[in-house]
C-alpha cells in the first residue's frame, strides 16, 4: 500500500515537473536564445550561449524606444486604474445605499452591458475618439478604459458595500460629515480589501491589452509596451535575436510584478472571478 | 421628496461614472446600430443611410461566415481543453503536501503575460526549435508546417492559447476546491468511494459554481479572440485562422476602411453572443437547480 503510494507520489510530481517545463519553455528558449549572435541561433537553437553578451539588449532596449514605452504603459495603467477605481467606488457605495427605483435602474444600466463583446463596439468606439480629439491621447485612452470597465468595478463595490455596517457612516454623519467628507475618510478605508482585487485585475487587462491602444495610438511617441514590441517584430522579421531580447524586455516587468506580489495577485484573481 | 433628495445626491455620485460609460460603451454600443445601416468609411468625408443593405451583404460574405465558423470551432475546443487541464492541474495540486504554491505560481505565470508577447514567443519554437529537433533529435513528428498548414496552425493556436489561459482557471477551480469540506471528503471515503467517485459526487457537484464561471469566461473570451492569432498566425494561411474578431479588424482598419460595413459585421457577432450566452445561462441554471 505505502509502496504504491509512494509511486503513484513520484508520477504526480513527474507529471506536475513536465508539465510546469513546458510551461517556461517559450519563456526560457526566448531567454536562452536572446543571449546567442545570430550565427550562433541558426546552427544551434538548444545550445547554451557561447557568452553572456548583451548587444542584442541594447540594441532592442534602444530600437524599442524602452523606457518611453515602458513609461507610457505605467501612466496609462496608473491613471485608468484611478479613475475606474474612484468612479466605481463612488458610484457603488451610493448605489447600495440609496434604495429607490432610479437606483436599481441605474445599477441594471451598469451591468447589462458586461456582455457586449469590445469588438462589437470598437468601430463605433473609434468614431468617439475621432470626434472627441483623442486619438494619440493617452489620457483619452485612460477615460475609455474607465468607462469600458466601471461595470464590473461598480458591480464588485456594490457587493462589498452591502457587507459592511451602514452605523459607522451614521456616526460620521452625527459628527458633522458631509457625504464626501463620509466617502473619502469612512467608507474608502472600508473598501480596500475589493480596491486591491479590482486594482490588480484592471491593471493586468490595460498592461496587456492590445487592440484598443493599437486603435487609438499611432503616434509612436506614445506607444505603449506591446505596441513597440510589435513594431519591432514586424521590422526585424527574421532577426530572431533581435527579436527574443525584445520580447524579454516587454515581459520583463510583469515578471518582476509577479514575483514581488504573486500572493496578492492570485488572491485578487479568485476573489474577482468568484464574485464576479 | 425624500426619495427625490436621495435621487439628487445619489447622481451626484453616479455621473463620473456614468459620463464615462456613457460616452465610451453605452454610445458606442447603440449607435453602433445606426453606423451598421451607413456606408461610412474612411475615404469618404459623408456617409449615408443605406438600410439594411449591410446586413445582407454579410449574409452572403463567405470570408466572415469562414471567420464565425473558425471561431465557433476555437471556442468549443477552448472550452473543453482548457477547462478539463485547468481541473486537473488544481485537483492534483490542492492533494499536495509539498511544493504547492511552488506549482501554483509556476502555472499561472504565463497568464501574466501579454498574449502578443507570449505568440511571438511560441512562433520562435513553432517556427525555428521545432524543426530543430525533428532535424537533429530525430523527433520527426514534430516536423510540421506549423505556421503555414491550416490544420497544424489550428493546433499550433490551440496549444498556444491553453498556455496562456490555463493557469487562470487553475486558480479559480483551486480556490472553490479549498471551499469543500474535508469533512465531506473523509466521510465519502470511510463509505467506501473511490477517489473517482469521491470527486465526482462529493467535489464535482460543490464546485460546480467555479465550473459555470469558468465555462462562462472560456466561451466570452474565446469569441473575441485575437491577440494569441495576430502575433501568432496573423490569420493566415490565406484567411484559414481568422477569427470573427480579425476579421471585423481588418474590414475597418486595414485596407478596407469599411467602418459601416465593418459595424454590420461586429452587430450580427453580438447578437451570436448574445443568443449564446442566455442558451448556456439557462442550461446552468437548470443543471444548479437539479444539483
Redesign the interface.
Known amino acids: 500500500m505505502t509502496k504504491r503510494l509512494r509511486l503513484t507520489q513520484i508520477l504526480v510530481y513527474l507529471f506536475l515537473t513536465i508539465a510546469a517545463f513546458f510551461c517556461l519553455l517559450p519563456i526560457l528558449m526566448a531567454i536562452m536564445n536572446s543571449f546567442k549572435t545570430n550565427g550562433e541561433l541558426l546552427t544551434d537553437v538548444m545550445a547554451l550561449p557561447k557568452g553572456l553578451s548583451f548587444d542584442n539588449y541594447i540594441r532592442t532596449f534602444n530600437k524599442m524606444h524602452y523606457m518611453r514605452s515602458l513609461l507610457n504603459t505605467v501612466i496609462l495603467s496608473g491613471l485608468s486604474v484611478t479613475l475606474m477605481v474612484l468612479f466605481s467606488a463612488l458610484a457603488g457605495w451610493r448605489l447600495c445605499r440609496t434604495k429607490t427605483k432610479l437606483s436599481a435602474f441605474i445599477l441594471g444600466l451598469f451591468i447589462f452591458s458586461m456582455l457586449i463583446p469590445f469588438s462589437s463596439i470598437m468601430i463605433p468606439l473609434y468614431k468617439v475618439v475621432l470626434a472627441l480629439g483623442i486619438k494619440n491621447s493617452l489620457v483619452g485612452l485612460s477615460f475609455i478604459y474607465a468607462g469600458l470597465g466601471v461595470s464590473m468595478a461598480i458591480f464588485l463595490y456594490h457587493g462589498f458595500v452591502k457587507g459592511i455596517p451602514i452605523e459607522l457612516e451614521e456616526a460620521a454623519a452625527i459628527d458633522g460629515c458631509n457625504a464626501f467628507q463620509t466617502f473619502f475618510l469612512v467608507v474608502l478605508p472600508m473598501l480596500k480589501p475589493v480596491t486591491i482585487t479590482i486594482v490588480i485585475t484592471n491593471v493586468l487587462w490595460i498592461w496587456n491589452d492590445f487592440l484598443l491602444p493599437l486603435i487609438v495610438i499611432s503616434d509612436n511617441k506614445k506607444y505603449t509596451l506591446l505596441l513597440s514590441t510589435n513594431t519591432l517584430f514586424g521590422q526585424y522579421s527574421s532577426d530572431w535575436t533581435a527579436i527574443l531580447s525584445a520580447l524579454i524586455l516587454a515581459a520583463l516587468p510583469v515578471i518582476i510584478f509577479y514575483s514581488f506580489f504573486q500572493k496578492q495577485i492570485l488572491e485578487g484573481i479568485s476573489e474577482g472571478s468568484l464574485k464576479g | 421628496m425624500k ?1 427625490f433628495k ?2 439628487a ?2 447622481m ?3 455621473t ?3 459620463i ?10 447603440v ?2 446600430l445606426y ?1 451598421a445601416m451607413t456606408d ?1 468609411n474612411g475615404i469618404n468625408k459623408t456617409f449615408v443611410f443605406v438600410g439594411l443593405s449591410n446586413f445582407i451583404e454579410v449574409l452572403k460574405d463567405s470570408y466572415f461566415w469562414d471567420s464565425v465558423l473558425f471561431t465557433f470551432k476555437y471556442v468549443i475546443v477552448m472550452v473543453f481543453v482548457t477547462n478539463v487541464i485547468a481541473l486537473l ?1 488544481a485537483v ?2 490542492e492533494n ?1 503536501h509539498r ?1 504547492k504554491g511552488l ?8 497568464n ?7 505568440g ?3 512562433m ?2 513553432f517556427t ?2 521545432m524543426y ?2 525533428a532535424d ?1 533529435w530525430g523527433w520527426t513528428f514534430l516536423d510540421k508546417s506549423w505556421i503555414g498548414d491550416p490544420k497544424y496552425a489550428f493546433i499550433a493556436i490551440i496549444v498556444v492559447a491553453t ?1 496562456g489561459a490555463v ?2 482557471l487553475m ?2 477551480y ?3 476546491l479549498q471551499g469543500v469540506p474535508a469533512a465531506l471528503k473523509e466521510a465519502a471515503l470511510l463509505d467506501g468511494a473511490n477517489p473517482w467517485q469521491q470527486f465526482w459526487h462529493v467535489i464535482f457537484p460543490m464546485i460546480r ?2 465550473v459555470t ?1 469558468c465555462v462562462f ?1 472560456t466561451l ?1 473570451s474565446g ?2 479572440v ?2 494569441v492569432i ?2 501568432l498566425t496573423g490569420g493566415g494561411p490565406g484567411r484559414a485562422t481568422q477569427s ?2 480579425m476579421n ?2 481588418e474590414e ?2 486595414r485596407g478596407n476602411v469599411r ?1 459601416g460595413y ?2 454590420a459585421k ?2 450580427v ?2 447578437a451570436i ?2 443568443v449564446i ?1 442566455i442558451i448556456q445561462i439557462r442550461a446552468m441554471q437548470k443543471k444548479e437547480q437539479e444539483a
Do not use: E
Open positions: 426619495n436621495a435621487n445626491s445619489l451626484l455620485f453616479v463620473p461614472a456614468l464615462v460609460y456613457f460616452i465610451f460603451k453605452l454610445m458606442p454600443a449607435s453602433g453606423y461610412w492541474l492534483v495540486i499536495l511544493a506549482f501554483r505560481t509556476l502555472f499561472y505565470m504565463p501574466m503575460i501579454s498574449m502578443i508577447i507570449g511571438y514567443m511560441w520562435f519554437i525555428k526549435v530543430y529537433l537533429n498556455w493557469g487562470y486558480i479559480i483551486m480556490a472553490a459554481h467555479a464561471i469566461w466570452n469569441f473575441q485575437f491577440d495576430y502575433s470573427t474578431a471585423i479588424f475597418a482598419f467602418y465593418a459595424t461586429s452587430t457577432l453580438f453572443v448574445l450566452t
